[in-house]
């Protein structure tokens, strides 16, 4: 079943956008549909937005998805510059978030990056039903026990020259400048693991863009592109994964980035109540290849929640 005949039959979902403050970081939030239905919340990967959710949300037409623009992604605040952008974190401030929605229970939709944030918040959030994850299986950036000393001294080192030379974007006359938004949504076709369709990026790059007075500059924190000093180890980040005792359902791009030997090294940690499905597709399979059967396993992983 191809995109248009998916789309032809999907409701309009009601759609709504908040802001909410959650420890002194103001998060731009986007909705999708009734906000009496059961809640799932739907979390981005690592430099994407809630526009990531656009696509797949309105099918999801019996529950209420929330997708906050994690700290330093989309329309949502930046971190203070001594201040890295760790996982644990994203995590502390989503648990903050659905105590403050009054949510007693909630189900998880994750991308990437997001699947990592949703293994850590699995362990302090209460009241979580179900979890499916998208392309990801946990914590996406892990660093061997071996390897701990040698990351943390290259990050420090990569983080100070950024600072002190102002490379990567640092300041703003040397971020990125697009004299269009169409000439931003073709350079953000670009992801991780290859390419995006131009609409896909659009919807992505719309979210993710101000205009200044000569074009378009990101609005995400450049320093995300720095890797955080300190990770997890590849077995750390396997005992995250590990604990999850709710139904996680897994769906993976069978061009995506979990593909021969980095699947095996996570599914090794799955718990017994995980299941994992393979669709056709790369890293944004639910941007660029959403399809009817993948569509149903998704309702089906959030049946009776």
Same mark, same amino acid.
């Given at each position: 079943?191809?995109?248009?005949?998916? =789309?032809?039959?999907?409701?309009?979902?009601?759609?709504?956008?908040?802001?909410?403050?959650?420890? /002194?970081?103001?998060?731009?939030?986007? =909705? &999708?549909?009734?906000?009496?239905?059961?809640?799932?919340?739907?979390?981005? /990967?690592?430099?994407?937005?809630?526009?990531?959710?656009?696509?797949?949300?309105?099918?999801?037409?019996?529950? @209420?998805?929330?997708?906050?623009?994690?700290?330093?992604?989309? $329309?949502?605040?930046?971190?203070?510059?001594?201040?890295? @952008?760790?996982?644990?974190? @994203?995590?502390?401030?989503?648990?903050?978030?659905?105590?403050? +929605?009054? &949510?007693?229970?909630?189900?998880?939709?994750?991308?990437?990056?997001?699947?990592?944030?949703?293994?850590?918040?699995?362990?302090?959030?209460? /009241?979580?039903?179900?979890?499916?994850?998208?392309?990801? +299986?946990?914590?996406?950036?892990?660093?061997?026990?071996?390897?701990?000393?040698?990351?943390?001294?290259?990050?420090?080192?990569?983080?100070? +020259?950024?600072?002190?030379?102002?490379?990567?974007?640092?300041?703003?006359?040397?971020?990125?400048?697009?004299?269009?938004?169409?000439?931003?949504?073709?350079?953000?076709? $670009?992801?991780?693991?290859? #390419?995006?369709?131009?609409?896909?990026?659009?919807?992505?790059?719309?979210?993710?863009?101000?205009?200044?007075?000569?074009?378009?500059? &990101?609005?995400?924190?450049?320093?995300?592109?720095?890797?955080?000093?300190?990770?997890?180890?590849?077995?750390?980040?396997?005992?995250?994964?590990?604990?999850?005792?709710?139904?996680?359902?897994?769906?993976?791009?069978?061009?995506?980035?979990?593909? /021969?030997?980095?699947?095996?090294?996570?599914?090794?940690?799955?718990?017994?109540?995980?299941?994992?499905?393979?669709?056709?597709?790369?890293?944004?399979?639910?941007?660029?290849?959403?399809?009817?059967?993948?569509?149903?396993?998704?309702?089906?992983? #959030?049946?009776?929640?």
């Amino acid at each position: 079943m191809n995109m248009m005949s998916l =789309t032809s039959k999907v409701l309009p979902a009601i759609e709504r956008e908040f802001t909410m403050n959650v420890n /002194g970081l103001d998060l731009a939030v986007k =909705t &999708w549909g009734d906000e009496k239905n059961p809640p799932i919340l739907a979390i981005h /990967g690592w430099l994407d937005n809630c526009a990531s959710f656009s696509r797949i949300a309105p099918y999801l037409d019996h529950y @209420y998805v929330v997708a906050p623009d994690l700290a330093g992604h989309g $329309k949502s605040d930046h971190r203070k510059p001594n201040h890295a @952008y760790y996982l644990w974190d @994203y995590a502390i401030e989503l648990s903050i978030f659905v105590r403050k +929605m009054g &949510w007693n229970s909630y189900s998880i939709l994750a991308h990437s990056m997001g699947t990592g944030v949703a293994s850590i918040l699995n362990t302090i959030s209460k /009241g979580i039903k179900r979890i499916v994850f998208i392309d990801g +299986m946990g914590a996406p950036f892990t660093v061997s026990a071996e390897d701990v000393v040698r990351h943390l001294k290259t990050s420090l080192r990569l983080s100070e +020259m950024a600072h002190l030379t102002k490379l990567n974007g640092f300041s703003e006359k040397n971020q990125p400048l697009f004299s269009s938004m169409e000439v931003a949504v073709k350079t953000r076709q $670009k992801v991780v693991g290859g #390419f995006i369709s131009l609409d896909s990026a659009r919807r992505l790059a719309e979210r993710d863009l101000r205009a200044v007075e000569s074009g378009y500059r &990101w609005r995400h924190d450049p320093r995300l592109t720095i890797p955080e000093p300190i990770q997890l180890t590849d077995e750390q980040a396997g005992r995250f994964l590990n604990q999850i005792d709710c139904p996680l359902t897994i769906l993976l791009g069978t061009n995506g980035l979990f593909v /021969g030997d980095k699947f095996h090294s996570k599914s090794q940690y799955l718990a017994k109540n995980a299941k994992v499905s393979w669709y056709e597709g790369g890293h944004h399979l639910h941007l660029e290849n959403l399809s009817h059967e993948m569509i149903l396993d998704i309702k089906s992983s #959030f049946a009776n929640h």
